[in-house]
């Protein structure tokens, strides 16, 4: 089953200059792995729930996965 996720894109590593530091870049990996990577602006707030697979983009999106992540445990 193909899962929506995100995670920090590879724009977001190139501009931190950490694409020759990390090992793989997070977002070619998870797609060759299969996953339908979401994305939004640099930088930007954005969430991807799917089930209860629950991601940010970024670390500006950690408020935004507390509150997915609460209001899943809810249902």
Known sequence: M????????NEEEAEVKLTNVV???LEDKLKERGAKF????????YVVSDQRV??????QSAKS???AILK???K
């Open 54 to 59: 629950i991601t940010g983009q970024n670390p």
């Open 38 to 45: 979401e994305k939004s602006g640099l930088w930007q707030n």
């Open 72 to 74: 899943e445990l809810k």
């Open 2 to 9: 193909v899962k929506k996720i995100n995670a920090f894109t």
């Open 65 to 67: 996965v507390g509150e």
């Open 23 to 25: 090992p793989f870049l």
